[in-house]
């Protein structure tokens, strides 16, 4: 039986996963100061059912496109992290293997890798023909109905008598019911500028969809509930329409088959099923190609033998480099987050090139570093990592140093 105490325990835990990564935010920092007291709070309104969202923040993005975010309030985040450890190991279980987004020991390398086995499984070693069908979802968050998202998710969870590492199903579909349900652009703040959404697309923005329409993008619930969403779907796929190569990373779809014909004859199959839960395919993003040409899937350009990377990724890296050669030409004296900062924007980069035939575009692009970059770092022989020069920092930068250049 759910005690308070226990309640508390699991609150605690989860706090201490919601600030991994959010330890210098104000938000988090600003709970730390009393967190004995903000947890016993949260506790007490969860035991006692006044548990409701904070107001969030809304604000625009623009890599790696232009986006709307609503960011939660980091009590809220809390909240996110104990439902996701109370229901994502049920949740896994009943998800096709071949759901990527927000699973342990998936992600977008694992789907990436799928997929060339798909090309090579299918193609018989790309020794037959074989043809790829990439579908993407018409404004996916933005159109999840709120009561379809609760349906789904409750259906996946055990019995009447069943407990979540200790905490009731009541407590569960409460907070799950306080989650799904909160109408984030009535209750939030905007930082920034109005304006900032006019060059957003309409159908981009919560702010024009009705009530009980529509997740905010970046929650960690938002991504649970992504892949919940299409889950019986996932399933139609692979048992009604029998394609064995079927992979999906949240709206991303990709379909090989060895006759191109079956292909172009499931789009309005799908397109019936996707619109059971009020949903599109994008009409604009249909890829019918052969498998020869290549596919792009998860900032990739998967083709038979290889994979390149997408010009998206390599123009984000290439402005990364123009931007830290900017810190490093004005900064004169850096301190070691700083540093940090730098090699964990370009390692982050080159982490993800390693993956791809990417050798002399790693060795271009870190070419295009300024000299003063040399002073701080090594780069590794390969190209596959930088290295802070740490007897340099720690001989030049004492308190009283200031570099000039």
Sequence with gaps: METFEHLLYQLHLSYLQARKNKRNTHNQLRFEMNQEQGLMQLAKDIYHRRYTPMPCIAFIIHKPVMREIFAADFTDRIVHHLLYRCIYPIIDRKLINDTYSCRVGKGTLYGINRVKHFIRS????????????KLDVQAYFMNMQHQIIYDKVVSLLPGLK??????????????LRQTIFNTVTENCRIKGRRKDWDELPASKSLFHYPAGTGLPIGNLTSQVFGNVYLNDFDHFVKKNLKIMHYGRYVDDMIFVHHDKNYLQHIIPLVQTELRKVA???HPKKIVLVPVDEGIPFLGHI?????????????????????KINQILAVVPQFCWQQLCDIRATINSYLGIMQHANTYNLRKAMLGKLIGRFYDFFFISRNFDKVIINKDFWEWHFSPNYRFTS
């Design 122 to 133: 299918c193609s018989g070693s790309y020794a037959k023909q074989a043809f790829i069908l």
């Design 162 to 175: 069943s407990n979540f590492l200790g905490i009731s199903r009541e407590t569960v579909l409460y907070l």
């Design 279 to 281: 949903l599109d395919i």
């Design 302 to 322: 998967i083709k038979p033998y290889r994979n390149y990377l997408s010009n998206r990724t390599k123009n984000n890296f290439y402005q990364a480099i123009q």
